[in-house]
């Protein structure tokens, strides 16, 4: 008689929000369109339910740095849309060459379209990739980069 051994290993990855993406449906919806993050987020956990999807958000720059820190030696995957922070933040920048999670850096918008302040980002030197323009649909394409 055999004896086999299934593992099920569930990947954890953890989507976080910096400032003012918790006005995602009412803020400036020609950009950033009309869906709240929380009714886009359970789409995204059915779409995904093979996978433990943790999302945060926070306005305070510290905050998004403390999130970091905590889960960046343990999960397997960082999906960070810092918004306004990607183009002024050293501090988030460090944090994320800090840690041992991979982050892939999302942006709603295609930033290189907009502004040339937008152009600039303190996250890109040190994560694995960047998704824009795509909507909401990036955080779909930066959770596949993790699972495919
Ligand atoms: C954004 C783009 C940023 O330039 C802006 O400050 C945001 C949102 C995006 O998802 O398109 O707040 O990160």
Redesign the pocket.
Known sequence: MHLFFYIYYMKQLIIIN????NLLGKREPE??GKQTFEDYLKTLQNKFSDVKLVYYQSNIEGEIIDKLQEVGFSYDGIIL????Y??TSVGIGDAVKAIETPVVE??????FS?EEF?HQSYILPNAKGVI??FGLK?YDLAIESFIF
């Open positions: 910096g400032p003012n993406l950009i950033y849309n810092a918004a306004a990607t183009h999302v942006h709603i918008s295609n930033t907009r937008r824009l323009g990036s």
